[in-house]
Nanobody, 119 residues
Framework: QVQLVESGGGLVQAGGSLRLSCAAS????????MAWFRQAPGKQRELVAI???????NYAGSVKGRFTISRDNTKNTVYLQMNSLKPEDTAVYYC?????????????WGQGTQVTVSS
């Protein structure tokens, strides 16, 4: 069993920055990919950024150059540094971790954290 706890969301002005954190706990034998998704009201959940166990990253075109995903394997934590925030970044952000626990490898989701960017 794996639990993900997110933190770092909040209200910021356009052009500001936030750093989201997602810490995995429980019985973890291995972690493969770690990712951040977001969902704005009335829209589909979309992939924002993903990082592999080897450190390779990929980003949605709308955030590339502004957001940076990173991971600390000693803490089983994934981060999302968000700079130059825009109102259109407003959404609930969810972390996702592909992990091996007592059960076969599967995806685990965080509880979501609200990010609101004002004009």
């Amino acid at each position: 069993q794996v639990q993900l706890v997110e933190s770092g969301g909040g209200l910021v002005q356009a052009g500001g920055s936030l750093r989201l954190s997602c810490a995995a706990s429980g019985t973890i034998f291995s972690i493969n990919t770690m990712a951040w998704f977001r969902q704005a009201p009335g829209k589909q959940r979309e992939l924002v950024a993903i990082i592999t166990s080897g450190g390779s990253t990929n980003y949605a075109g709308s955030v590339k150059g502004r957001f940076t995903i990173s991971r600390d394997n000693t803490k089983n934590t994934v981060y999302l540094q968000m700079n130059s925030l825009k109102p259109e970044d407003t959404a609930v952000y969810y972390c996702n971790v592909e992990a091996r626990s007592w059960t076969p490898k599967r995806d685990y989701w965080g509880q979501g954290t609200q990010v609101t960017v004002s004009s």
